[in-house]
């Protein structure tokens, strides 16, 4: 599906629009993202900083450190606290939207799982799901998705 794509959080005070293509979109199984998300994995949409335009609203930021003193940032509604990006530090052109704020998720299709070795024992993969154990290159990440929308 071509840009532009359309989100916002779950109480409509914040509305954004994403006017590029996607950089990557993959499912993370870490013991974060299943934390943050209250659920088994987090579907990460990588985009251009510059792709993405608030309409309506403002996300506040929120920082904090995990463990291992890694920073991150992130966005989210002051109403109803739904995480609607990331920014992050060591990447600051570009950020992680949360898929599911997205307003038409059927085109959705991650090019791969990472930290599978965190991943629920009950989950079940594709047959031919592209796996990581662990966190892979981020530009492998990108790399999969042109590959990808080369052949679709």
């Given at each position: 599906m071509p840009a532009p794509y359309t989100g916002g959080c779950q109480c409509?005070?914040?509305?954004?629009?994403?006017?590029?293509?996607?950089?990557?979109?993959?499912?993370?199984?870490?013991?974060?993202?299943?934390?943050?998300?209250?659920?088994?994995?987090?579907?990460?949409?990588?985009?251009?900083?510059d792709a993405l335009t608030v309409e309506k609203g403002e996300a506040v930021l929120f920082e904090m450190a995990l463990s291992g003193?890694?920073?991150?940032?992130?966005?989210?509604?002051?109403?109803?606290?739904?995480?609607?990006w990331g920014e992050p530090v060591k990447l600051p052109d570009t950020v992680v939207v949360?898929?599911?704020?997205?307003?038409?998720?059927?085109?959705?299709?991650?090019?791969?799982?990472i930290w599978t070795r965190s991943a629920q024992p009950w989950m079940q993969f594709p047959a031919d799901a592209v796996k990581f154990d662990m966190q892979p290159p981020h530009m492998e990440l990108r790399k999969l998705w042109q590959e990808r929308t080369r052949t679709s």
């Open positions: 409509g005070a914040v509305r954004y629009v994403l006017t590029g293509e996607p950089l990557t979109l993959y499912a993370c199984h870490c013991t974060d993202c299943q934390t943050r998300t209250g659920t088994a994995f987090g579907l990460s949409l990588f985009m251009r900083r003193g890694r920073r991150v940032r992130r966005r989210s509604c002051a109403a109803c606290g739904i995480r609607l949360q898929a599911g704020t997205l307003d038409d998720t059927s085109w959705l299709r991650p090019v791969a799982h």
